[in-house]
């Protein structure tokens, strides 16, 4: 399998419940490992950016409200499979409709304030790493 990096982004509502170290607790059992890593508040014109693909979703105002509500951890994770796993543990966008064990079912707690965020394909990872890490910011290990 592939090593792969993705991005991840611990989502205001999961600091706000201080489970911050869970989280990458998960993430260090399921052998994906932090390359990077840093906690930011994200400026409204950083999480415009950042979610630009959903400009035009009826959501679109409130994902934003809600990222800049509070400090985020961002993340890139390395490991086999990384994108597609890191997905598995996060779980479904709802948490109403994610499965047992995942972060989501497990920290979430709508379909807004749903804890984690995980680069979706290889083009987003790459996007979304150089969205937030210089090079000289990722350690590799
Ligand atoms: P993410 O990008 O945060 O990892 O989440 P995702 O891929 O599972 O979901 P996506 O479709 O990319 O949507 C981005 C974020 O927008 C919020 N959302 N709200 N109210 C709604 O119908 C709705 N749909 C999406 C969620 O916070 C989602 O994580
Ligand atoms: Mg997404």
Same mark, same amino acid.
């Given at each position: 399998?592939?090593?792969?990096?993705? /991005? +991840?982004?611990?989502?205001? !509502?999961?600091?706000?419940?201080?489970?911050? @170290?869970?989280? *990458?607790?998960? =993430?260090?059992?399921?052998?994906?490992? #932090?390359?990077? $890593?840093?906690?930011?508040? /994200?400026?409204?014109? %950083?999480?415009?950016?950042?979610?630009?693909?959903?400009?035009?979703?009826? =959501?679109? @105002? $409130?994902? #934003?409200?809600?990222?800049?509500?509070?400090?985020?951890?961002? %993340? *890139? /994770?390395?490991?086999? &499979?990384?994108?597609? /796993? &890191?997905?598995?543990?996060? @779980?479904?966008? &709802?948490?109403?409709?994610?499965?047992?064990?995942?972060?989501?079912?497990?920290?979430?707690? +709508?379909? !807004?304030? &749903?804890?984690?965020?995980? +680069?979706?394909?290889?083009?987003?990872?790459?996007?979304?790493? $150089?969205?937030?890490?210089?090079?000289?910011?990722?350690?590799?290990?």
């Amino acid at each position: 399998m592939a090593t792969e990096r993705t /991005l +991840s982004i611990i989502k205001p !509502d999961a600091v706000a419940k201080n489970v911050i @170290g869970e989280i *990458v607790t998960r =993430f260090e059992k399921a052998d994906l490992k #932090v390359v990077a $890593a840093k906690m930011i508040h /994200l400026s409204r014109e %950083q999480a415009e950016g950042f979610y630009a693909e959903h400009k035009e979703r009826p =959501f679109f @105002g $409130a994902l #934003v409200e809600f990222m800049t509500s509070g400090p985020v951890v961002v %993340q *890139v /994770l390395e490991g086999d &499979n990384a994108i597609a /796993l &890191n997905r598995e543990l996060m @779980g479904a966008t &709802n948490p109403k409709e994610a499965a047992a064990g995942t972060i989501r079912a497990d920290f979430a707690s +709508s379909i !807004d304030a &749903n804890a984690v965020h995980g +680069s979706d394909s290889p083009a987003s990872a790459e996007r979304e790493v $150089a969205y937030f890490f210089s090079a000289d910011e990722i350690c590799p290990r």
